[in-house]
């Protein structure tokens, strides 16, 4: 979307603090003068990709360092590594599960990734919210 000045910021983000599934999110700002129908049509066009092919090998090796590395950074500051390790027991994981976590990271695939996308990110299910400027 960036590449193609569809959107000036795109993301995504995982929270899993909770005792269910946790929750996916993606977001997308509109380049200015994009509509957002075609910001919502762009953004829905990437899901479908990852749910019908599988990510890139480099694209996945490089967001699993990626993550290893803040896991290992956040370990520096004891407030969050109490956190890591408090939201990681209240929802029924095992001081075992945080300590493992980066062997369980290194060893997600991209089949992995493209079977948990074609179970969860299923057109029809999502939310979608516009944030929108106030009128003037």
């Known amino acids: 979307m960036i590449d193609q000045a569809i959107a000036v910021s795109a993301g995504a983000w995982y929270w899993n603090d909770?005792?269910?599934?946790?929750q996916f999110g993606a977001y997308a700002v509109p380049a200015e003068g994009v509509d957002l129908d075609a910001l919502d049509g762009a953004t829905e066009t990437i899901i479908k990709?990852?749910?019908d092919a599988?990510?890139?090998?480099?694209?996945?090796?490089?967001a699993k360092t990626r993550l290893i590395a803040d896991m290992v950074y956040a370990q520096d500051n004891q407030t969050h590594l109490a956190r890591i390790?408090?939201?990681?027991?209240?929802t029924g994981g095992k001081v075992g599960d945080v300590a493992d976590w980066v062997e369980k990271i290194r060893a997600v695939s991209a089949a992995d990734i493209l079977a948990v996308a074609q179970k969860y990110?299923?057109?029809?299910?999502?939310?979608?919210?516009?944030?929108?400027?106030a009128a003037a």
């Open 18 to 22: 909770a005792l269910d599934m946790g």
């Open 49 to 51: 990709t990852l749910r």
């Open 54 to 62: 599988p990510v890139d090998a480099r694209e996945l090796e490089r």
């Open 85 to 90: 390790y408090g939201s990681t027991l209240t």
């Open 121 to 133: 990110l299923q057109p029809g299910r999502a939310v979608v919210g516009h944030l929108l400027k």
